[in-house]
């Protein structure tokens, strides 16, 4: 009997592991909780009365939204702000959801089929609301998709407890682009300096604490914006100092 008796003492000791495991990471996830459940219930009641004064207040928040492969932008200004917690007493997660708007649609061609093909299922994922079709050249072959983008954007800001990480996650939905970025903070950072840099961030003013990394596509056409900006300002200055001699 002497491989069972190996295999039973084996056995148990694997079992013994893993129950100080388990045991381990019980504690862990209950100090984690009594120090971060307190800091997403003052996120929810510091969100709460911001959406209530927004009600009443309703700041400017015009903006302009990126929109994938295109030089175009949405113009576009945020309102319906709704905050939910989830589950409600003591919440894990607290949800900020509200719509930016604005008063024309915008369309814009993308070539070849398989990149639009990408467009069209980012656009999707992120149920941003648009109508796509193919066009064609003079002999009826496919070219790309020509994209109708509505002007109404789901907007999004989740604050949840991640247990496994120790940590605060909070993500960005929609925020200038189509997309979603994550950010994560320990609990001890989720304070009231932090959520008074989160509501400047939600209203589109200056904030110091949130720093979303931008898109490499995004960064590359806000270059390309500012040299076409430097370049029209250049012209504005040189027609300034000619146009006195030109009288």
Do not use: W
Not at 53 to 70: A, G, Y
Not at 151 to 164: G, Y
Not at 217 to 245: C, G, N, T, V
């Amino acid at each position: 009997m002497a491989l069972i008796d190996e295999l039973r003492a084996e056995s148990q000791q694997r079992q013994i592991a893993r129950e100080q495991a388990e045991q381990e990471r019980t504690q862990r996830e209950r100090a984690f909780l009594r120090r971060a459940l307190p800091r997403i219930q003052q996120a929810y009641e510091y969100l709460r009365e911001m959406v209530e004064h927004l009600e009443v207040v309703q700041p400017d928040t015009d903006f302009e939204f990126f929109l994938p492969k295109s030089e175009a932008t949405l113009a576009l200004v945020q309102t319906d702000y709704r905050v939910e917690a989830i589950p409600g007493q003591t919440p894990h997660r607290v949800l900020l959801d509200y719509t930016a708007t604005g008063s024309a649609r915008c369309q814009y061609r993308v070539t070849p089929r398989s990149v639009a093909e990408d467009v069209e299922e980012l656009l999707h994922k992120h149920a941003i609301p648009h109508a796509v079709q193919d066009y064609r050249d003079d002999l009826g072959h496919v070219l790309g998709q020509q994209f109708s983008v509505y002007p109404k954007i789901p907007c999004r800001i989740a604050i949840e407890l991640d247990p496994a990480r120790e940590d605060i996650r909070v993500a960005i939905s929609n925020h200038d682009s189509p997309g979603v970025r994550e950010l994560r903070y320990p609990p001890e950072q989720v304070d009231a300096a932090f959520l008074e840099d989160l509501g400047n961030f939600i209203l589109r003013r200056s904030s110091s604490l949130i720093q979303l990394e931008m898109p490499e596509e995004l960064r590359h056409r806000l270059r390309k914006r500012m040299k076409k900006e430097q370049r029209a300002l250049r012209r504005r200055r040189l027609l300034r100092l000619i146009l006195p001699f030109t009288r």
